[in-house]
């Protein structure tokens, strides 16, 4: 079993920065990729970042040049830096991950950014 926790969400300012930490444990004998989705309310969850074991990275549309994702291979740590935020930008963050071909999500951390 793997597990997943975030911390780093609260209330941010708008045009503030936040940083989210993911750490993984469990039984990881192959972690593929980790990333970051998010879910507003009366909105569909969505993927915001992911970066793979290549190093290469995805990200939204709506955050791109504003977050930047980086992970921790030897720990199994995936971080997301979000600056610039937006009011948009609130939501509940999941930390999400692969471990050999399954998803697994964390509970999630939320993220409120006020004008």
């Known amino acids: 079993q793997v597990q997943l926790v975030e911390s780093g969400g609260g209330l941010v300012q708008a045009g503030g920065s936040l940083r989210l930490s993911c750490a993984a444990s469990?039984?990881?004998?192959?972690?593929?990729?980790m990333g970051w989705h998010r879910q507003a309310p009366e909105k569909q969850r969505e993927v915001v970042a992911v970066?793979?074991?290549?190093?290469?990275?995805h990200y939204a549309d709506s955050v791109k040049g504003r977050f930047t994702i980086s992970r921790d291979n030897a720990n199994n740590t995936a971080s997301l830096q979000m600056n610039s935020l937006k009011p948009e930008d609130t939501a509940v963050y999941y930390c999400?991950?692969?471990?050999?071909?399954?998803?697994?999500w964390g509970k999630g951390t939320l993220v409120t950014v006020y004008s």
């Open positions: 999400w991950a692969v471990v050999a071909g399954i998803n697994y």
């Open positions: 970066v793979a074991n290549s190093g290469s990275t």
């Open positions: 469990g039984s990881i004998f192959s972690m593929n990729a």
